[in-house]
């Protein structure tokens, strides 16, 4: 398995973490929801660092390679000014009383 992570910086985009919550609700939870070899993906964001990004989990190194659409990167007007990628060595799941992990976040609750 492979995990990778990838920000932005919105100082220099037109783009806000509210205008990407909608892109989000929109299209890119649907898109990536058909991405084969994609365990999970969550988009995460800091207001006050105007920061954008994502964590992804791989079910192998081949599937992680796979060009992705770019479409967020193309709305933001640049690519990520951080992308790495890591061997995942363990995983895990805590106790929780919501089974159902898709469909939650600030931009699908709200």
């Known amino acids: 398995m492979q995990a990778a992570v990838v920000w932005w910086d919105l100082r220099d985009s037109d ?3 509210e205008s990407l919550r909608a892109f989000l609700r ?3 939870v649907d898109r990536f929801a058909t991405i084969p070899g994609l365990r999970l993906k969550f988009w995460i964001s800091d207001r006050r660092s105007d920061r954008w990004g994502a964590v992804l989990l791989w079910e192998s190194a081949e599937a992680a390679a796979v060009p992705l659409p770019a479409r967020a990167a193309e709305l933001i007007g640049f690519p990520p000014v951080q992308r790495a990628v890591f061997e995942v060595e363990a995983t895990t799941e805590g106790v929780f009383d919501i089974a159902e992990l898709a469909g939650r976040g600030l931009a699908l609750e709200g």
Do not use: K
């Open 26 to 28: 929109d299209e890119a």
């Open 15 to 17: 783009q806000t973490v």
